[in-house]
């Protein structure tokens, strides 16, 4: 089974900032690669996802991830945070090629990131 | 256009006593799962259906069950409830069997609280 690690719990960031949110993932196998966003008492939202293509993936609200298949990683960015990206923020990951049995996401344990004005 | 529906929103409940959750996926989805997302962890995987066949469940107790109906809605049973189970239970839907083109979405999910 996959496990996804994200490797910083919290990121606390200034308002206008860079910010980089790590994940890595533990199977060279072929993979989809998902970054959710959750709000405080809400479910999950898709920010942005890998399924093929160009390795690096953008959201329309300026975040961006690369696939990295050496490194097993998928690290989420974004130039200048503002205010409303404080947000609980999972990487997450499901098998692409497999035949039998379910085709669910693993969870990393989420990164709290919090922009200071 | 009407996401994924989850009722009800909050549910407070006893322990020892049974739960039932319910889920509408999106419009033409076919697959949906269930993920227990403990307060303050990621999501964890509990059960995919498609086209009305369980395809998989994670590592939970048989105290837990679901079903699809031939609407591909989807209802998550709970017997026996722990102050364990307390926890966000989401549900999410996708067109195909695997996330397709325009990956899994998730519904608000239902909070359960076991005291």
């Known amino acids: 089974a996959q496990s996804v690690t994200q490797l910083d719990s919290q990121v606390p960031v200034f308002e206008e900032a860079p910010v980089e949110l790590r994940c890595n993932y533990s199977s060279s196998v072929s993979v989809y690669l998902f970054w959710y966003v959750q709000y405080p008492n809400q479910g999950l939202q898709l920010l942005l996802k890998y399924l093929s293509g160009s390795t690096l993936v953008e959201s329309i609200n300026g975040f961006e991830a690369e696939f990295n298949k050496s490194q097993t990683s998928f690290h989420l960015r974004k130039p200048s945070v503002h205010i409303s990206d404080t947000a609980e923020y999972f990487c997450a990951v499901s098998d692409r090629d497999h035949q039998t049995g379910a085709n669910n996401l693993f969870f990393g344990t989420g990164t709290r990131l919090t922009v200071i004005p | 256009d009407a996401g994924v529906t989850q009722s009800p929103t909050h549910l407070i409940k006893t322990r020892g006593q049974h739960v039932t959750l319910r889920c509408s996926p999106i419009?033409?989805?076919?697959?949906v799962s269930w993920y227990q997302q403990v307060l303050g962890q990621g999501p964890q995987f509990i059960f995919q259906?498609?086209?009305?066949?369980?395809?998989g469940r994670g590592n939970f107790p048989d105290r837990f069950s679901a079903r699809q109906f031939p609407n591909y809605s989807s209802e998550l049973n709970v017997n026996a409830l722990l102050l364990g189970d307390s926890a966000l239970y989401l549900c999410?839907?996708?067109?195909?069997f695997g996330p397709g083109a325009y990956g899994y979405t998730f519904g608000s999910g239902t909070r359960l609280t076991v005291v």
């Open positions: 419009s033409g989805h076919k697959s």
């Open positions: 259906y498609y086209e009305k066949e369980e395809r």
């Open positions: 999410a839907s996708s067109l195909t």
